[in-house]
T-cell receptor, first 114, second 116 residues
Framework: AQTVTQSQPEMSVQEAETVTLSCTYD???????LFWYKQPPSRQMILVIR??????QNATENRFSVNFQKAAKSFSLKISDSQLGDAAMYFC???????????FGKGTHLIIQP | EPEVTQTPSHQVTQMGQEVILRCVPI?????FYWYRQILGQKVEFLVS????????KSEIFDDQFSVERPDGSNFTLKIRSTKLEDSAMYFC??????????????FGQGTRLTVV
């Protein structure tokens, strides 16, 4: 079974600074998807960024980028120029494809210091 | 922008009662999911649904749970006899397959279920 590990329960960063959230996963598959979801206090799950395992290029979405290391099974999220609105729980997730459900990590609570 | 909608936003029920949580997935999506998040914990997969049948389910999804797509738009989760430990946020999600693989799941805003 796949597992997703987020080793940082909480991270704090100054506004406008850069922060990196860690995620590792375990799978025997060669093709899969990885995601970062944001959960603000409203508790809705919002997709931040996704990465297809077959793509070597790291995904980027504006201030958000990932460092995908397939051999190391590592998938970290970098948030540049942190903003107060980035404060939320961030969940790393894995999907094996098809009708597979997402396997989530336990989340990292990101605090933005003004 | 199309979105997944869930009703109600909050449901309070007596232990032992049946509840039905409702979801309207994005219209052209083909995969449908239910997830659960107990307060302060991670999001857990319950079940996926494709082509009018269950594709995959977790060990959490036992006989007290069932899902249905009664018409072309709604997707429901029924909990037959609720227990206190069923209190959680329940998220519906849908996705559209790309190259036969999954794309990102779009989540609804959740239904907070409180069993008293």
């Amino acid at each position: 079974a796949q597992t997703v590990t987020q080793s940082q329960p909480e991270m704090s960063v100054q506004e406008a600074e850069t922060v990196t959230l860690s995620c590792t996963y375990d799978t025997s598959e060669s093709d899969y998807y990885l995601f970062w979801y944001k959960q603000p206090p409203s508790r809705q799950m919002i997709l931040v960024i996704r990465q297809e395992a077959y793509k070597q290029q790291n995904a980027t979405e504006n201030r958000f980028s990932v460092n995908f290391q397939k051999a190391a099974k590592s998938f970290s999220l970098k948030i540049s120029d942190s903003q107060l609105g980035d404060a939320a729980m961030y969940f790393c997730a894995y999907s094996g494809g098809g009708a597979d459900g997402l396997t989530f990590g336990k989340g990292t609570h990101l605090i933005i210091q003004p | 922008e199309p979105e997944v909608t869930q009703t109600p936003s909050h449901q309070v029920t007596q232990m032992g009662q049946e509840v039905i949580l409702r979801c309207v997935p994005i219209s052209n999506h083909l995969y449908f999911y239910w997830y659960r998040q107990i307060l302060g914990q991670k999001v857990e997969f319950l079940v996926s649904f494709y082509n009018n049948e269950i594709s995959e389910k977790s060990e959490i999804f036992d006989d007290q749970f069932s899902v249905e797509r009664p018409d072309g738009s709604n997707f429901t989760l029924k909990i037959r006899s609720t227990k206190l430990e069923d209190s959680a946020m329940y998220f519906c999600a849908s996705s559209y397959p790309d190259r036969g693989l999954n794309t990102e799941a779009f989540f609804g805003q959740g239904t907070r279920l409180t069993v008293v």
